[in-house]
């Protein structure tokens, strides 16, 4: 069971959300880290990857402020990259802190959410929490279905995720 594939809709979340910073909020330090980040994410150099969205998470909270909405979008990038380098416990805590800040300044509706959301089914399915896994999944698709109905071809990255959760919860008739 492969739960670990990244969607490119999570992708792109996390790359969009950055790119609203403007250029006298953040220092060419920072915007040089980042990139170095996203060339080490796209190279498939995850560990690499892992030191750069620490780094830009460091540089991001001393220039913005930590409670910044793009301090939070740098947090999920790091917890996403630590969930690939199976860094659990340390992505989770990360991922929380993210959690707690969108929620704060955009609600439970907000984009990022589905990141969260697909990142904590993450999670909770390698430490074999797959009852928890799946209800993340499924606060994801509330979210799609609420913004763009139930016929959003989004929603089919979910299901296939769902769908992998049931079977190894030995429920295919759900997985159907």
């Known amino acids: 069971m492969r739960l670990f594939t990244i969607s490119f809709i999570a ?31 796209s190279r498939g150099n995850y560990p690499r990857a892992a030191e750069l969205a620490q780094k830009s998470l460091e540089m991001a909270k001393k220039e913005l402020g930590p409670e910044h909405e793009k301090v939070a979008i740098m947090e999920i990038n790091l917890a996403h990259v630590l969930i690939i380098v199976r860094k659990i416990d340390e992505a989770e805590k990360i991922l929380a802190s993210a959690r707690k800040k969108i929620l704060k300044k955009h609600g439970a509706d907000h984009n990022s959410m589905l990141t969260i959301h697909e990142d904590q089914a993450k999670i ?51 997985a159907q």
Do not use: H, M, W
């Open 11 to 41: 992708i792109a979340c996390l790359f969009s959300g950055l790119n609203t910073i403007s250029a006298q909020e953040v220092s060419n330090d920072f915007s040089k880290t980042y990139k170095a980040y996203n060339n080490a994410y």
């Open 124 to 174: 909770y399915a390698s430490k074999k929490e797959l009852d928890k896994s799946r209800k993340e999944l499924d606060k994801a698709i509330a979210i799609i279905t609420k913004k763009s109905g139930a016929d959003d071809p989004e929603i089919a990255n979910y299901l296939i995720q769902q769908g992998s959760i049931d079977v190894a919860l030995n429920k295919p008739e759900l």
